[in-house]
Every structure is written in C-alpha cells, then in structure tokens.
C-alpha cells in the first residue's frame, strides 16, 4: 500500500480542477482494503475509493479524506456453451475490458465502448450508452464492506441497478467493488437501436463485433471533448424521469421532442434535446467552463478552470431549464 499526501486533484480526476487530497492510497491487492480502512480510521477521516476519477468533481479547498485507488488489473475468462463468463478486476480500465472482451468474441457490452474509468467505477454508475447498460451483463460483484468489515458476494440483484444508479450510489462509499463478473454472449446479437448505429449498419443486418466497437468508438469522439486538451465528465446531467402526464404537457409546448417511455412507468426526456434545441444553451460557460457545443450534457473545463466554475455554470443551467420546462434537473457527477 503506497501512501501519498497533499495530492492535486488536477492529477486525480478528468476534471483536472479542485485543491488537494489529505491523503491518496494506492492498493496493489484488493487484500490490503483492510489496512486502508484501518488507516482511514486511524485518522478519522471517510474512506472514498475514486478510480479514475472521471466522474468526480473534487472541491477547490483541501478535502480531509482519504482517497483509495485500487492498481489490479486480472481478467479471467470461461467459456461454456454459449456464454462467455468474465471476472475482472476493479482496477481494470474500463475500456480495455470492453476492447478484451471483444476480442474474445463476447457480445454485451461494446456499445459501451471509450467510456472512460475503471470497472470498479463503471458498476457504482450503472454505465449506459447507446442503447446499452453495464447492468444487463452483470451477473455478481464481489464487495469488501466497510460497515460490516467482510468480504461478500452481491448478487445482480442485490446491486439494486438503475437508470445510472445502483446500491453503491445509494449507501454510498460503504461497498467497494474488488471484482465484477460479466455474462456475455459468444453468439451474434448486435444491440443497434440507437439511431447513429441503425444508421451505419443499416445494410448490414448483422455487422461483426468489432465493427460495432469502431462505431461506437467514432461516434463518442464527434460528440465528446478529448480528455487530452479539456477537463470533463462526460455528461454532467441525468436525463430526468417525468410522469406521463408531465410529459403530454411537455410534449405540447415542444412537439418535436423525442419521448422514450419506460417499462417501469415515466418517460425519460432527451436533455441534450432541451438544452440545445428549445433552449440554445450549448456554448453556454462560466469562467473556464462551458457546455461542449456538440453534446451540452457534458460541461468541459479550460486552462485555468476551477471548481467553482463548474458548480456556477451547472446550477445556473439547472435554474434557466426549471424557469423555462418546469423539470428539475440532477448532475450524474458525484460532488466531492
């Protein structure tokens, strides 16, 4: 276990903004969450396990925590029949495991392709993209609980997923995630209801995995910043969840926004839609931040950004869509 101190946030997270961490612990071995606890405590401060940390935005004063970065990296695979079983690492980046199971011929999760993060930190979210979510592959995540101070097995059931939620938002920080198990498919079923993907493969009723990848891979670059020049999350905003009779009011003053009803009840509203198209927020900023002009979910940061920029340019967002639609709207984005 490696323990630093004073750590800049703009070395921690995709955001690049926010003061310094108390304290960074990095764990080689899921064995030593134990001692980090122990170390935790020992200090009196909370236990945050961050990943990557691209979906964190830390705040511009030193936190007093103590932050665990889990470094494994195992990917085991097992194939019967016709599924394709994966267990792996926390610690994995996320996109590699999609890019491995590719390879290996499993079907499940490549429209969930270049999201940035760990695996560990993809299962805390619930992941979606495209058409596609982390927990219909999900069959088990092995947890360390801090409460309880055990190792245990939570069920895909027990996870308690939702639309970009899951029992690891919920009871937050006290289940880390040491390995995840998938369940894929080795026979052919290309999941292409999103509209950019029905549209390249339209003459290609059953493309091959790794052409979906690439799709996918090239749609998300002409939508999102490159975390090489900008600071980001992705999208900062969830989609909001309407009652139907919310949404025939909606409807009625924007007739061309797309609707999509859930099974459970409700309808998700597209806020991308709204923010860009009966709104005309994109470019939108604040200081050094802004709303990505090809996707205005995603609030990007500059040189010179700060965290406050961000927290400005997102509640002023959320105040100009409550004024203007009535919808509340909730950042994806866990405020550190």
Same mark, same amino acid.
């Given at each position: 276990?490696?323990?630093?101190?004073?750590?800049?946030?703009?070395?921690?997270?995709?955001?690049?903004?926010?003061?310094?961490?108390?304290?960074?612990?990095?764990?080689?071995?899921?064995?030593? =969450?134990?001692?980090?606890?122990?170390?935790?405590?020992?200090?009196?401060?909370? #236990?945050?396990?961050?990943?990557?940390?691209?979906?964190?935005?830390?705040?511009?004063?030193?936190?007093?925590?103590? #932050?665990?970065? $889990? /470094?494994?990296?195992?990917?085991?695979?097992?194939?019967?029949?016709?599924?394709?079983?994966? @267990?792996?690492?926390?610690?994995?980046? +996320?996109?590699?495991?999609?890019?491995?199971?590719?390879?290996?011929?499993? +079907?499940?999760?490549?429209?969930?392709?270049?999201?940035?993060?760990?695996?560990?930190?993809?299962?805390? /979210?619930?992941?979606?993209?495209?058409?596609?979510? *982390?927990?219909?592959?999900?069959?088990?995540?092995?947890?360390?609980?801090?409460?309880?101070?055990?190792?245990?097995? *939570?069920?895909?059931?027990?996870?308690?997923?939702?639309?970009?939620?899951?029992?690891?938002?919920?009871?937050?920080?006290?289940?880390?995630?040491?390995?995840?198990?998938?369940? $894929?498919?080795?026979?052919?079923?290309?999941?292409?209801?999103?509209?950019?993907?029905?549209?390249?493969?339209?003459? @290609?009723?059953?493309?091959?995995?790794?052409?979906?990848?690439?799709?996918?891979?090239?749609?998300? /670059?002409?939508?999102?910043?490159?975390?090489?020049?900008?600071?980001?999350?992705?999208?900062?905003?969830?989609?909001?969840?309407?009652?139907?009779?919310?949404?025939?009011?909606?409807?009625?003053?924007?007739?061309?926004?797309?609707?999509?009803? #859930?099974?459970?009840?409700?309808?998700?509203?597209?806020?991308? +839609? =709204? *923010?860009?198209?009966?709104?005309?927020?994109?470019?939108?900023?604040?200081?050094h931040a802004f709303l990505w002009e090809q996707q205005p979910l995603v609030i990007t940061t500059e040189e010179g950004a700060v965290?406050?920029?961000?927290?400005?340019?997102?509640? /002023?967002?959320?105040?100009?869509?409550?004024?203007?639609?009535?919808?509340?709207?909730?950042?994806?984005?866990?405020?550190?």
């Amino acid at each position: 276990m490696h323990i630093r101190e004073h750590v800049p946030f703009s070395t921690l997270t995709t955001f690049r903004t926010g003061g310094e961490a108390r304290y960074v612990l990095e764990l080689e071995n899921a064995n030593e =969450i134990p001692d980090a606890l122990k170390f935790a405590v020992s200090k009196n401060l909370p #236990l945050i396990p961050i990943g990557c940390g691209s979906n964190l935005l830390a705040p511009d004063a030193e936190l007093d925590a103590v #932050l665990i970065r $889990l /470094q494994t990296s195992a990917i085991t695979s097992e194939k019967e029949m016709s599924v394709l079983t994966l @267990t792996v690492d926390a610690g994995v980046i +996320w996109d590699d495991l999609v890019s491995y199971a590719v390879q290996s011929g499993g +079907w499940g999760i490549e429209n969930l392709s270049a999201i940035p993060g760990t695996v560990g930190a993809a299962v805390v /979210q619930n992941i979606g993209a495209y058409g596609a979510a *982390l927990s219909e592959s999900v069959t088990s995540v092995h947890v360390f609980d801090t409460k309880e101070r055990m190792y245990k097995n *939570l069920t895909k059931e027990e996870c308690l997923f939702g639309y970009r939620t899951s029992i690891f938002k919920k009871e937050v920080d006290r289940y880390i995630a040491v390995s995840v198990t998938f369940s $894929l498919s080795v026979l052919a079923i290309p999941n292409l209801k999103y509209r950019d993907l029905s549209v390249t493969f339209k003459d @290609t009723p059953i493309p091959e995995l790794s052409a979906i990848r690439d799709a996918v891979i090239k749609i998300r /670059q002409g939508k999102f910043p490159p975390l090489d020049v900008y600071g980001t999350a992705g999208s900062f905003f969830l989609n909001p969840i309407i009652a139907d009779s919310e949404s025939s009011i909606l409807a009625g003053t924007y007739p061309e926004m797309p609707l999509f009803p #859930l099974p459970e009840g409700g309808v998700k509203i597209p806020l991308a +839609w =709204i *923010l860009d198209k009966a709104l005309a927020l994109k470019g939108m900023r604040h200081g050094h931040a802004f709303l990505w002009e090809q996707q205005p979910l995603v609030i990007t940061t500059e040189e010179g950004a700060v965290t406050k920029d961000v927290i400005v340019l997102a509640s /002023q967002v959320s105040d100009i869509v409550f004024a203007k639609t009535g919808i509340k709207i909730s950042p994806e984005v866990r405020f550190l």
